[in-house]
């Protein structure tokens, strides 16, 4: 099986929000709902200064405390290393949501359970990448096997050491990023 | 930056579990410790913690929303035993009952009282370990949590334990007051208990923000948005002075002076006692801060 995973590439990124409409896209999602979300950054003082946009998205943790703290077994990973929810048995409680260090999970009122990125794992499955990596305009995104050292994003993460945010929050994410 | 995902029913459920198994803790401890003269307080702390958690739970419950629109999905609560909340529902779902069995013992009310009267022993050790469970496991609850660095410290079961003894002993104070107003003498026995829960409160409190000050950029954070940022005057006064501080002073004199002390002044010793551990619990929850990750 493979272990997918998403590389980043920070300095490629324009800002332009076309993965975040993508993903609205693909999901239904209105307008005031999103999987994933770009935070804009200053780096350095006038007048060496630059403005960084860092796309962020669930992190498909290996040890995801999502998964961990849910009480019904919703959460779970699939063999892909994909970390879904079960929309039969989630109760919306909201734990997995104050768990989530990176505080990428929603709540779908609408439906009453807790909503995420799912990596678009129904176009993975027939062969394709998910809507974000697809849709960006200037290649931000790699989508790929992690275990395949041969695969781009394994080169790419190999060549540019890109690293996972807040690694040391010990939750083993799968989203990679170049930022520099 | 995304707002806490709890609100109001989970502070409220914090607050009442706390309060109602530390009602259980202190009628278990009169009846114990002081049958003869203690039997209001007793009678009250045992009618009181059956119903106060189980209001509390039943807010656990309505704070869900696919759970609560199809309570069948609740039946999936205890799927995943690595979970808090797993391990909640069984404690709850174990210690409400037993606990208004206790109380019905100890007031003799209706049959299953008298029967149950026989096992009055056994009912005060197993409630008393499943009460203890109930006030640890809502601190446990958000200590686990390393999505809130601030709440991620074992110091908050502790926290959370001592605020379920004071909000505990001052509803069953209350509630002997209420049964029976001539107690009031009685009670400033129990001010002791007071004086000793708010000192380990105070004191944990304490502890609690001096380590955040210094554990983590955003446990830091969530510690100076109590003591000097926007939740700061709730904090100070409803807290540190309202919560702790002048029912402390109150109990200490309320000791010493032996009934002496005006009625409302003991029973309003203890309201505060109440203000100030559902003000904790909010604050706690509003002070909440994820990792700064980018």
Redesign the interface.
């Known amino acids: 099986m493979p272990r997918y995973g998403i590389a980043i590439d920070t300095t490629k990124c324009i800002g332009c929000h076309a993965c975040r409409v993508a993903c609205q896209n693909q999901n239904d999602l209105p307008v005031h709902e999103e999987f994933n979300r770009i935070v804009e950054r200053e780096r350095g003082v006038f007048p060496s200064f630059s403005k960084e946009f860092v796309p962020l998205q669930c992190n498909h943790c290996k040890d995801a405390p999502c998964e961990r703290v849910c009480p019904t077994g919703a959460t779970y990973t699939s063999d892909e290393g994909v970390v879904l929810v079960n929309t039969k048995t989630c109760v919306g409680c909201k734990y997995c949501i104050e768990a989530c260090p990176y505080k990428m999970r929603t709540m779908d009122h609408g439906k009453g359970i807790v909503v995420k990125c799912r990596m678009c794992i129904e176009l993975v499955r027939e062969g394709g990448t998910p809507a974000c990596v697809s849709t960006c305009p200037t290649q931000v995104r790699i989508f790929g096997d992690l275990d395949d050292p041969t695969s781009e994003i394994s080169r790419f993460i190999a060549e540019h050491r890109a690293q996972p945010l807040r690694a040391d929050l010990n939750t083993g994410p799968r989203i990679y990023y170049k930022r520099s | 930056?995304?707002e806490?995902?709890?609100g109001w029913l989970i502070i409220t459920y914090l607050f009442l579990a706390g309060a109602g198994a530390g009602a259980f803790i202190s009628a278990v401890a009169c009846d114990l410790l002081a049958p003869d003269w203690s039997r209001s307080l007793a009678r009250a702390g045992s009618l009181a913690a059956g119903p106060l958690v189980a209001i509390g739970t039943a807010c656990l419950v309505l704070?869900?929303?696919?759970?609560?629109?199809?309570p069948w999905?609740?039946i999936?609560?205890?799927?995943?035993l690595?979970?808090?909340?797993?391990w909640g529902?069984i404690i709850l779902s174990v210690f409400i009952p037993i606990a208004f069995i206790y109380a019905a013992a100890l007031n003799e009310i209706t049959f299953v009282g008298r029967i149950a009267k026989k096992y009055l022993l056994h009912l005060e050790i197993v409630g008393s370990v499943l009460a203890v469970a109930t006030a640890g496991y809502t601190g446990v609850l958000?200590a686990?949590?390393?999505?809130?660095p601030f709440w991620n410290t074992s110091l908050m079961p502790v926290l959370f334990m001592a605020s379920a003894m004071s909000t505990g002993l001052a509803v069953a104070m209350i509630g002997a007051a209420i049964i029976d107003i001539r107690t009031i003498k009685t009670l400033s026995n129990f001010a002791l208990g007071h004086v000793i829960f708010l000192a380990v409160e105070g004191l944990v409190l304490g502890l609690l923000i001096f380590i955040s000050l210094t554990r983590s950029a955003e446990a830091a954070a969530s510690a100076q948005t109590l003591i000097s940022g926007n939740l700061s005057p709730y904090f100070w006064s409803l807290v540190v002075v309202v919560g702790i501080l002048i029912p402390f002073v109150l109990s200490i004199v309320e000791y010493y002076e032996y009934g002496e002390m005006p009625k409302y002044l003991v029973v309003g010793a203890d309201l505060l006692v109440l203000v100030g551990g559902m003000s904790l619990r909010a604050l706690i929850i509003y002070s909440?801060q994820?990792?700064?990750?980018?």
């Open positions: 930056m995304p806490s995902a709890w704070d869900l929303e696919a759970g609560l629109w199809e999905r609740q999936y609560l205890v799927g995943n690595r979970s808090m909340i797993a529902v958000i686990v949590i390393n999505g809130v909440g994820p990792p700064q990750i980018v």
